[in-house]
T-cell receptor, first 116, second 113 residues
C-alpha cells in the first residue's frame, strides 16, 4: 500500500520568510515518482515538480527548492523569501509502479498563508 | 489554449437524483482521471481511463459511473447511490497512463440540497 503524509495542516508566515513544507511517503516499490502540486484559490492543481526514486539530487527552481531523502522517505519543499502569491494549498503525491502505475496517491495537503 | 474544461463550476443535487459532471480536454491526452477532494483529506481517485472505451475503478468508485466514448471527453455521473456526494471534483489528464504529470481542470463543487 502507498501512503503520503503531510503533517502540517496549515502554515502561516509573513512575506519574505522562508518556509518548508514536509512530505513523508510509504511504498514497497523500488521504482516510484514523487510530485508536488500547488492549488491556488482558483481550484485547479498546478504541477511543480516530479522526481524519480533513483535521483536523490536536490533541485532548485527560482525561489523553490526540494530535498529528497530516501533514507527518511521524505520529499520536502522549501519556498525562500515567500510572497503573498505563494498562498495556496500544496500537495505532495506518490506514483509507484506495478498495479498502481499511472495513479497518484496524494497527501492531505498543507494550507500555506503568506501575510503581507 | 489547450487545457481541461470542467462544467458546471457549481452543481446542486436533490435527494435521489443523478447528476453528471462534464470534463473535456483538448490536449490530445490518452489518459483521464476523476478525483474527489474533501477538506483535510487530499484527493482520492474515483475512476480513470487509459484509452477510449476503457475505464477502471479507482479507490472510491462506489456510487459513481463514467464513460469514455470520445478521447476528449470523460463525464462523471454521481448516482443516487452515493450517499455523501458533497465535495470538490477534479478532472485530470496525462499523455499516457504512466508516471507523467497530470493536468487538472478547475473543478466542480457539488452540494446536496
Amino acid at each position: 500500500a502507498q501512503k503520503v503524509t503531510q503533517a502540517q495542516t496549515e502554515i502561516s508566515v509573513v512575506e519574505k520568510e522562508d518556509v518548508t513544507l514536509d512530505c513523508v511517503y510509504e511504498t514497497r516499490d523500488t521504482t516510484y515518482y514523487l510530485f508536488w502540486y500547488k492549488q491556488p484559490p482558483s481550484g485547479e492543481l498546478v504541477f511543480l515538480i516530479r522526481r524519480n526514486s533513483f535521483d536523490e539530487q536536490n533541485e532548485i527552481s527560482g525561489r523553490y527548492s526540494w530535498n529528497f531523502q530516501k533514507s527518511t522517505s521524505s520529499f520536502n519543499f522549501t519556498i525562500t523569501a515567500s510572497q503573498v502569491v505563494d498562498s495556496a494549498v500544496y500537495f505532495c503525491a506518490l506514483n509507484a509502479g506495478g498495479t498502481s502505475y499511472g495513479k497518484l496517491t496524494f497527501g492531505q495537503g498543507t494550507i500555506l498563508t503568506v501575510h503581507p | 489554449d489547450g487545457g481541461i474544461t470542467q462544467s458546471p463550476k457549481y452543481l446542486f443535487r436533490k435527494e435521489g437524483q443523478n447528476v453528471t459532471l462534464s470534463c473535456e480536454q483538448n490536449l490530445n491526452h490518452d489518459a483521464m482521471y476523476w478525483y474527489r477532494q474533501d477538506p483535510g483529506q487530499g484527493l482520492r481517485l474515483i475512476y480513470y481511463s487509459q484509452i477510449v472505451n476503457d475505464f477502471q475503478k479507482g479507490d472510491i468508485a462506489e456510487g459513481y459511473s463514467v464513460s469514455r466514448e470520445k478521447k476528449e471527453s470523460f463525464p462523471l455521473t454521481v448516482t443516487s447511490a452515493q450517499k455523501n456526494p458533497t465535495a470538490f471534483y477534479l478532472c485530470a489528464s496525462s499523455i499516457q497512463l504512466t508516471n507523467e504529470k497530470l493536468f487538472f481542470g478547475s473543478g466542480t463543487q457539488l452540494s446536496v440540497l
